[in-house]
């Protein structure tokens, strides 16, 4: 990691991501080698406990012997949602009342975040994680939007609402799995900088 940095600034890492990927799509694929090459570096993976996506990443760390946590909630009137996936185990499980709690306990335990392609549940996390990013910019947990697509996706948010430059500070886009770790280091060096100027670093 980073040289000389406090750790953990980041430790937590939580990924969010579409509950019906199959196992042989390209995407689930990179989510358990993403998760497995963080695991192997000492992050914590984190999820909401569901298939697809999540349970790539618990398969992940799991290969490595990783350390695992889940946010779930299980559904009584909500049959839009996927619910707790018996075939997603992890280490440790938060279990929540419904949709919202789960989802503001997945963005508290994460340091910060990986977006993968997904529906309007992802959507809402998305939407989740940037806001708060920019209400607390300086406290703020960063974020990967995992996925060419998202050039695309974050140009027509450029082009069509308000954001300024800072709010477009808070996440990088990668496209390639290899290049996820690199990213997360200079996250870390940017929130180490951000907390020397603040004075909450030597």
Request: proline residues 4%.
């Amino acid at each position: 990691m980073v040289d000389d940095l406090p750790r953990p600034l980041i430790k937590n890492i939580a990924f969010f991501g579409d509950a019906n990927t199959p196992q042989n799509d390209p995407v689930y694929r990179d989510a358990f080698e993403i998760a497995k090459i963080l695991a192997k570096e000492g992050f914590t993976i984190v999820n909401g406990g569901g298939p697809g996506i999540m349970d790539a990443s618990t398969k992940g760390a799991e290969a490595v012997k990783g350390e695992t946590l889940s946010v779930t909630f299980y559904p009584k009137d909500a049959p839009g949602f996927e619910g707790r996936y018996i075939g997603n185990v992890t280490d440790l499980e938060i279990k929540t009342e419904n949709y919202i709690e789960r989802m503001f306990k997945l963005l508290e335990h994460g340091d910060m975040f990986i977006i993968f392609k997904g529906g309007s549940g992802t959507i809402s996390e998305f939407g989740t994680a940037w806001v708060l990013a920019k209400i607390y910019y300086g406290h703020h947990k960063p974020f990967i939007l995992y996925g060419d697509f998202w050039v695309d996706v974050v140009d027509c948010i450029k082009k069509n609402m308000n954001i300024d430059s800072q709010e477009l500070s808070v996440f990088e886009i990668v496209t390639r799995r290899e290049d996820v770790l690199p990213t997360i280091q200079r996250f870390e060096k940017r929130m180490k900088d951000i907390k020397k100027k603040d004075g909450q670093l030597k």
